[in-house]
Each structure stands twice: as C-alpha cells, then as structure tokens.
C-alpha cells in the first residue's frame, strides 16, 4: 500500500470526510467521498498510465460496482463483494 502524498478536502474530526481527492507517491489518485476516513460513495481511481476506475463503495460488507476504464477505451462493469 502507497503512503498519501497530498489529501485535499473535508475534513471532521480529524477524519477525511465528505468530497476529496488522496494523491499517492506513485502518482495514483482517488478523487470522490470519504466517510469518517474511508472512501465510500462514488469516486474515481485513476493509475499513473491514465487508466481508471469509477467505483460506487458500499459499506463494509456489502455490494460495491466499479467500470474500469483503460487508456485503450475500452471498458469492464462488474460488481464486487467487499
């Protein structure tokens, strides 16, 4: 796991919480909603190569959807236990 360079956003008590964006060293990037420190809600990772993922997180245990989107354009939908 990366080590957070940069944290841009909302914060509540002290936790990440509300819309922001998580820039990792590897310059990888998470842009959407955080819940009391943790992505939850819809958001988008992105790789360094440019390609990404459009995630809905659901809570803990349960069903979350993502559609990874690659430079190429080409697409994959598929949903995930988490």
Same mark, same amino acid.
């Given at each position: 796991?990366?080590?957070?360079?940069? &944290?841009?956003?909302?914060?509540?008590?002290?936790?990440?919480?509300?819309?922001?964006?998580?820039?990792?060293?590897?310059?990888?990037? &998470?842009?959407?909603?955080?819940?009391?420190?943790?992505?939850?809600?819809?958001?988008?990772?992105?790789?360094?190569?440019?390609? &990404? &993922?459009?995630?809905?997180?659901?809570?803990?245990?349960?069903?979350?959807?993502?559609?990874?989107?690659?430079?190429?354009?080409?697409?994959?939908?598929?949903?995930?236990?988490?």
């Amino acid at each position: 796991m990366c080590t957070p360079l940069v &944290y841009m956003g909302a914060w509540s008590q002290g936790k990440w919480h509300g819309r922001g964006v998580l820039q990792l060293k590897n310059g990888e990037r &998470y842009e959407g909603t955080f819940h009391k420190g943790v992505k939850f809600g819809r958001g988008k990772f992105t790789w360094a190569d440019g390609s &990404y &993922y459009e995630v809905r997180l659901m809570s803990e245990g349960e069903k979350g959807s993502a559609s990874k989107i690659l430079r190429s354009l080409e697409v994959v939908v598929f949903q995930a236990m988490h």
